[in-house]
T-cell receptor, first 114, second 114 residues
């Protein structure tokens, strides 16, 4: 069964450092997403991406965040200058044009900012 | 605006007894609803989906959910709990606009006692 692959599974970084979280969505999917889950809290939407541009972003997704699909297969989330409150599990997801099927999520990257 | 409310933060059952995880939704039009499961330190796995076809939806691992418009509910059930069902369960509604954003409930942690 096709999978969404995320790397790394865990990342520890110092406050103020840049991090890049990587995702390989399912190949025939057209919509790509990042969600995050702070420990003990709800899963929150960060950003959606379609046709090589952001289609929607949440208020969390400020100027410190950016997304890219550099080579047609990878989908990355960059945090330019990490803060302690960015510590969370970050999930990448992708879906077909018909999202009635639901998303396929990756297994997540646990980011710890120290 | 769409939203989902999970009525119980924790549910504890004995192995072999029925499971009921409750979810109410709010939507200005016919919603698409999902249940996702998250096992400890794992990603989000789609259990089942409702997309305005049959109101009783069967999912993986013996779970099912019934869409009840009159009660605005989409409760998740399983006739007989297994130890491996212990996990966090999320009721989710999809926003059917250009972003197809998922809106998560706060989650219900299912504990299964031997």
């Amino acid at each position: 069964e096709p999978e969404v692959t995320q790397t790394p599974s865990h990342q520890v970084t110092q406050m103020g450092q840049e991090v890049i979280l990587r995702c390989v969505p399912i190949s025939n999917h057209l919509y790509f997403y990042w969600y995050r889950q702070i420990l003990g809290q709800k899963v929150e939407f960060l950003v959606s991406f379609y046709n090589n541009e952001i289609s929607e972003k949440s208020e969390i997704f400020d100027d410190q965040f950016s997304v890219e699909r550099p080579d047609g297969s990878n989908f990355t989330l960059k945090i330019r200058s990490t803060k302690l409150e960015d510590s969370a599990m970050y999930f990448c997801a992708s879906s077909t044009a018909d999202s009635f099927f639901g998303y396929t999520f990756g297994s997540g990257t646990r980011l710890t900012v120290v | 605006a769409q939203s989902v409310t999970q009525l119980d933060s924790h549910v504890s059952v004995s192995e072999g007894t029925p499971v009921l995880l409750r979810c109410n939704y709010s939507s200005s039009y016919s919603p698409s609803l999902f249940w996702y499961v998250q096992h400890p330190n794992k990603g989000l796995q789609l259990l089942l989906k409702y997309t305005s076809a049959a109101t009783l939806v069967k999912g993986i691992n013996g779970f099912e959910a019934e869409f009840k418009k009159s009660e605005t509910s989409f409760h998740l059930t399983k006739p007989s709990a297994h130890m491996s069902d212990a996990a966090e369960y999320f009721c989710v509604v999809i926003r059917m606009d250009s972003s197809y954003k998922l809106i998560f409930g706060s989650g219900t942690r299912l504990l299964v006692r031997p």
